[in-house]
């Protein structure tokens, strides 16, 4: 019996320690959960996100109906794209001038096509530029004729009977759109007043020389 009694005990511990898990074990929760849909303007702290397909604008873009600005003459420095009868005549040109002798000139203008000097044309060469210079002797003209032909220039007509490589290039540009360097070069040969003279027009009226591709020189003039 007594055995029996401890037999009984022990089952009823085995029964506790088997039970006591189950007993401590906490029952499930659920926890409820909830969507939240955001609006496209929320995003991104109140800044629109872009979206496939949209455009953004450009500040640096023509509007509408605007003229495109009008393309400006290529101005060149560079001597060395100049055609080598071009080249060949503007050295002829300068080293005669620097002489400060008019009539070494002359052998250049009867063996380079006799360009027009002036307006007009008319009369001797040599005697224009006496008659145009303020000393008398022509070293004046000879001065100018240098100083245009050592600025920049501009090759126009290009492909036409009147192509041409002229000098300065002042001649084919507006001068109202000419930058503060570019008007320190005009007044290597002008005065300021003759550049505001020029202004309401747009358009340089000082002495230029026209070179075509071949050598043949076309003038020297203003157009005064």
Same mark, same amino acid.
């Given at each position: 019996?007594?055995?029996? =009694? $401890?037999?009984? /005990?022990?089952?009823?511990?085995?029964?506790?320690?088997?039970?006591? !898990?189950?007993?401590?074990?906490?029952?499930?929760?659920?926890? &409820?959960?909830?969507?939240?849909?955001?609006? !496209? +303007?929320?995003?991104?702290?109140?800044?629109?996100?872009? #979206?496939?397909?949209? #455009? #953004? *604008?450009?500040?640096?873009?023509?509007?509408?109906?605007?003229?495109? !600005?009008? &393309?400006?003459?290529?101005?060149?420095?560079?001597?060395?794209?100049? *055609?080598k009868p071009v080249a060949r005549l503007r050295e002829q040109i300068i080293a005669a001038a620097a002489t400060g002798d008019p009539e070494k000139l002359r052998v250049v203008i009867e063996g380079s096509g006799n360009p027009q000097f002036g307006p007009d044309g008319s009369?001797?060469?040599?005697?224009?530029?006496?008659?145009?210079?303020? +000393?008398? &002797?022509? $070293?004046?003209?000879?001065? /100018?004729?240098?100083?245009?032909?050592?600025?920049?220039?501009?090759?126009?007509?290009?492909?036409?009977p009147e192509e041409m490589y002229v000098w300065p290039y002042f001649a084919r540009y507006p001068v109202d759109k000419l930058t503060p360097?570019?008007?320190?070069?005009? =007044?290597?040969?002008?005065?300021?007043? +003759?550049? &505001?003279?020029?202004?309401?027009?747009?358009?340089?009226?000082?002495? $230029?020389?026209?070179?075509? *591709?071949?050598?043949?020189?076309?003038? =020297?003039?203003?157009?005064?």
């Open positions: 019996m007594f055995t029996s =009694f $401890r037999g009984l /005990i022990v089952g009823l511990m085995l029964l506790a320690l088997v039970a006591a !898990p189950a007993l401590g074990a906490a029952k499930p929760h659920a926890v &409820e959960t909830q969507t939240i849909t955001v609006a !496209p +303007d929320q995003a991104g702290d109140g800044d629109s996100a872009d #979206t496939p397909g949209s #455009t #953004t *604008p450009n500040p640096g873009a023509a509007a509408p109906g605007d003229k495109a !600005p009008a &393309e400006l003459p290529a101005v060149e420095y560079d001597l060395s794209k100049l *055609p009369g001797d060469a040599i005697g224009y530029l006496k008659l145009q210079s303020g +000393d008398g &002797e022509g $070293r004046e003209m000879l001065a /100018i004729l240098t100083e245009v032909l050592e600025a920049g220039y501009v090759h126009v007509d290009i492909g036409t360097p570019q008007l320190v070069q005009l =007044f290597k040969l002008v005065y300021a007043g +003759d550049y &505001e003279d020029m202004l309401p027009d747009g358009v340089y009226t000082y002495f $230029r020389v026209g070179i075509a *591709p071949d050598g043949t020189w076309k003038y =020297f003039t203003d157009d005064d």
